[in-house]
């Protein structure tokens, strides 16, 4: 885990500050139709970024492009600094990335610290270290201070939305990930469960985690967003600390491309709504 | 689902209800048929007809242990049968040309692994439903057979006695140990290792597992080849049972695997289930074919009757995963 950061209250880094995910002119494409068009966005330590757009921005999109599910075009990802080319779920692990997905990437038949480890099982010899494997899950809830679950024995598929989201959660806090990206995490949740995993996300950063925070919902994003990146039609309309928008003025960027003096140009903006 | 649950969906009555009845089929299943055809044939429980149906039941037991490996992963192979059927004719014609058994064997492993390797080619690398694959490959292995087996009937002793259920060590056949190994070794593999996990979570959530890094493509061949290979043995140990080949050989196999999976109350989708279970699954059926010809049923009920607990055993696990649906417990 990175080591935590100074988080100034205004949102934005300190200028020796290097992103921990750095995106530059991100172009991608299916087939014929160009989803993201020049995407830059930059992902802090220790902060929440909310990716905000509307339905098809290109959201999901972009962060499977960051996973390595979907090869980009054009443009470059740094990790750390550093140009990376991510061609799958392993790299992305490997370098320190976890993504909850939007449709919740969990086996059902499987129980709660079997996810945890999917594809990454600790093992003695050849044999599974079921014990040790248990403990860590064990701990890692505990850290985070979830105490909903009745036993990591538990199957998936006997959990309400709330609990695999936190499962989901917990799991990329166990790999010691240094980024953490969530698609909608609090879309199919109740109040008292948004409420949880709010916290926990809150809590993912407070750790030094840098934090990709997907949602819809403009109470949650100024609740717990340190900045605001918002997608207008696959082109990165502001990528800026929350302290300098207004909740309509990001309404006004996820809706137009632009509010103000912030936003894609008037006339480029035009050209996109055809 | 209510917005502050927080210990989970709640289970309907019917859900609870009808998952006790998936559990308990196979036992209740098992126990009822043991009492009626233990009532209709005295010889039905002597030590000596049980020891006779496990050896005639190897060929069924080996095919099923592969399946259950696929059928994990939501896949299913309805070629089985005749594959078996195409590679003892083989093996017939290399024994009677006075090819040594052990040297035979090795052909029937290899023989059953290219055509577990097709199937799984076929549905793992071009992504065909492996119910249309394997129907094509049955319909291919089947008219093989045919025109190879031209009139002649083959006939062929034992490939390895130890393949035989003539061998044994304290009364016990040492077929039945291969089995027995061979079902041990799955059972572990499945549920101790991390290539038996990656089949559960294929078979539970393929997107889930290809986003944890899981090789789907390659695990899904692994099962293939392991079906294969278990043919291959069950191929020797088919053709030590009937000792000929004809025109359509081991066609009979195919549902009768399946049907010792599905009893066995592996999920048909997929996820769910073991081989031990598999194994359970065997005995019931093996049990139904010699109870039926010892109480002189005609052989025809035989069909009526496997066909009927596998429509059963499926109809309870489809209604199970239907509730599940219903009641929000995601799927
Ligand atoms: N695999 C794909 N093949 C073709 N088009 C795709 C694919 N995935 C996404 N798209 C298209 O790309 C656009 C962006 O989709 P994306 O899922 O990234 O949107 P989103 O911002 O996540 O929307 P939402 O808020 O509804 O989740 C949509 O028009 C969608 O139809
Ligand atoms: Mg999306």
Not at chain 2, 1 to 20: K, N, W
Not at chain 2, 311 to 321: C, M, P, R, S, W
């Amino acid at each position: 885990m990175s080591a935590p950061t100074d988080r100034p209250e205004d949102g934005t880094p300190t200028p020796e500050l290097t992103p921990t995910l750095e995106l530059r002119g991100v172009d991608k494409s299916f087939g014929a139709i160009q989803v993201l068009h020049g995407v830059n966005l930059k992902v802090y330590p220790g902060q929440v970024t909310a990716l905000v757009g509307d339905n098809g921005a290109g959201k999901s999109t972009l962060i499977k492009s960051i996973a390595g599910i979907h090869s980009i075009d054009a443009g470059e990802i740094l990790f750390e600094g550093r140009p990376v080319s991510v061609s799958g779920p392993r790299d992305a692990a490997a370098l320190g990335i976890e993504i909850v997905y939007q449709d919740l990437a969990l086996a059902d038949n499987l129980d709660v610290v079997q996810n945890m480890f999917l594809g990454r099982e600790r093992k003695n010899g050849f044999v599974l270290d079921e014990v040790s494997m248990e403990e860590a899950a064990r701990d890692t809830l505990s850290k985070l201070s979830v105490r909903t679950l009745k036993s990591v024995r538990q199957l998936v598929s006997s959990l309400s939305g709330g609990q695999r989201q936190t499962v989901a959660i917990a799991k990329a806090v166990l790999w010691e990930s240094k980024l953490v990206v969530l698609d909608e995490p609090t879309a199919a949740l109740g109040v008292a469960q948004t409420r949880q995993v709010l916290d926990l996300v809150r809590r993912l950063a407070d750790t030094g985690h840098a934090v990709v925070f997907i949602s819809h919902n403009m109470v949650d994003v100024f609740e717990i967003a340190d900045r605001v990146a918002a997608l207008y039609l696959g082109r990165m309309a502001a990528d800026i600390p929350i302290s300098e928008v207004n909740r309509s003025q990001v309404i006004e960027l996820i809706t137009a491309g632009r509010s103000g003096t912030i936003g894609i140009a008037p006339a480029e903006a035009a050209a996109v709504e055809v | 689902m209510s917005a502050v649950t927080v210990t989970g969906p709640s289970r309907s009555p019917a859900l609870v209800a009808l998952e006790r009845v998936q559990s308990l089929l196979l036992p209740a299943l098992l126990i009822g048929e043991v009492i009626v055809f233990a009532l209709l044939s005295s010889r039905f429980l002597s030590a000596d007809n049980l020891v006779n149906v496990a050896v005639n039941a190897a060929d069924i037991a080996l095919i099923a242990a592969g399946l259950t490996v696929v059928v994990l992963m939501g896949g299913i192979d309805v070629s089985t049968g005749y594959a078996v059927g195409l590679i003892s004719w083989f093996l017939a014609t290399l024994m009677s040309s006075g090819t040594p058994g052990a040297l035979t064997l090795i052909v029937a492993l290899i023989g059953g692994a290219l055509l577990g390797l097709l199937n799984g080619l076929l549905t793992a690398r071009l992504s065909i439903p492996s119910i249309v694959a394997t129907l094509g490959t049955s319909a291919l292995f089947q008219t093989a057979l045919f025109a190879l087996w031209n009139r002649r009937d083959v006939f062929s002793g034992p490939v390895l006695p130890f393949l035989s259920g003539s061998e044994r060590a304290a009364g016990v056949p040492l077929m039945l140990l291969v089995v027995l190994v061979v079902y041990a070794a799955l059972h572990l593999v499945l549920v101790g290792t991390r290539v038996g996990r990656s089949v559960f979570a294929i078979g539970s959530n393929v997107e889930a597992a290809r986003l944890a890094g899981i090789d789907v493509r390659r695990v899904r061949l692994l099962g293939s080849l392991v079906l294969g290979l278990l043919v291959g043995l069950a191929a020797c140990t088919y053709l030590a049972r009937v000792g000929v080949v004809q025109a359509s050989s081991g066609g009979e196999l195919s549902l009768l695997a399946i049907a010792s999976v599905v009893v066995g109350g592996t999920s048909i989708l997929g996820g769910e289930g073991s081989v031990l279970r598999t194994l359970g699954g065997v005995v019931f059926i093996a049990l139904l074919e010699n109870g039926i010809v010892l109480a002189g049923v005609p052989s025809l009920w035989n069909g009526l009757l496997v066909g009927c607990v596998i429509l059963l055993a499926v109809g309870v696990n489809g209604a199970v995963v239907l509730l599940r649906r219903r009641s929000g417990v995601a799927e």
